[in-house]
């Protein structure tokens, strides 16, 4: 198929890489033009001087960029180029909002837009392993799915537009609680005269096993945040869902509390430390 790619960043660069290995015919574009000459320099393919020359003739238009005022200017230029009848994939975290305008927007030019967030971090997007939640139409979604399968363990359609974004809402909702209480538990062993190994070997096999205590509880313990997702996306992600949660009511109380736990993070220093630094201000002198 002939794709294009927008935004090469740490997830958009082996997600673009993993479609040239599939075989697709790749046109890649970033805002720094270095960074699509080094794609191109490692798989391939053509690198547009805008979004709108890497879109034309697209057939997939995939973008993976910074929030919702990003996704609104790359789609409005690469949507008057693209082939009748394309689909345009967004794998950027944004607001349910801005899914249904751009939606909305890519039906009233004859193409198709899917709201298609990840989950997996850095580590799955190199290894395919992302876990994809979309939101758009049956037709459109079948015609996205095979393609970004490439870097995909897991891809579930939730719903029309929006719903894709409203579910990654739901994942870091999850996420936030589970480090949190993560964070606390090896405060406390740590404050009891516990061995955190120990502990670990101990709980990790019963109920309060999770990915982040499997991953995350030795180098929390060892203070090393230097793993993926930072605080300042994360607290970025949490602000989309608190606004939604204004919108549609619910109540959101743990989830406020641990945005303002990382408030504290990045006033510590750790704007780019990862989301399991949350320990960090339980053990701060």
């Excluded at 406390?188 to 005269?193: D, P, S, T, Y």
């Amino acid at each position: 198929m002939k794709v294009a790619f927008a935004g090469l960043g740490v997830m958009g660069f082996p997600m673009a890489g993993h479609l040239a290995k599939a075989g697709h015919e790749m046109a890649v574009y970033n805002r720094s033009p270095e960074k699509s000459a080094r794609w191109v320099g490692s798989h391939g393919g053509r690198a547009g001087a805008t979004a709108a020359e890497a879109a034309k003739g697209a057939q997939l238009f995939i973008l993976c960029v910074g929030n919702d005022g990003d996704v609104r200017q790359v789609v409005a230029e690469a949507l008057p180029v693209l082939a009748p009848g394309a689909v345009v994939v967004d794998h950027t975290t944004t607001s349910a909002v801005v899914a249904r305008e751009m939606g909305a927007l890519a039906a009233e030019g004859g193409r198709a837009f899917v709201d298609a967030p990840v989950s997996g971090g850095q580590a799955g997007a190199e290894n395919g392993q992302l876990t994809i939640m979309c939101g758009g139409t049956d037709e459109a979604f079948a015609k996205a799915e095979p393609v970004i399968a490439a870097y995909a363990k897991a891809t579930k359609l939730m719903g029309g537009s929006g719903a894709g974004q409203l579910a990654k809402m739901v994942n870091q909702i999850c996420i936030a609680g589970v480090v949190q209480g993560l964070a606390e538990g090896l405060h406390f062993a740590k404050r009891a005269g516990l061995d955190p190994q120990l502990v670990y070997d101990a709980i990790s096999k019963g109920a309060a096993q999770s990915w982040q205590m499997d991953n995350r509880w030795k180098t929390m313990t060892e203070g090393k945040f230097d793993f993926g997702f930072a605080v300042d996306w994360m607290r970025k992600d949490l602000g989309l869902v608190l606004d939604e949660a204004g919108r549609n009511g619910a109540a959101l109380d743990m989830t406020r509390m641990v945005d303002g736990f990382y408030a504290e993070v990045q006033a510590q220093g750790g704007r780019r430390w990862d989301t399991s630094s949350l320990v960090a201000r339980l053990e701060k002198p």
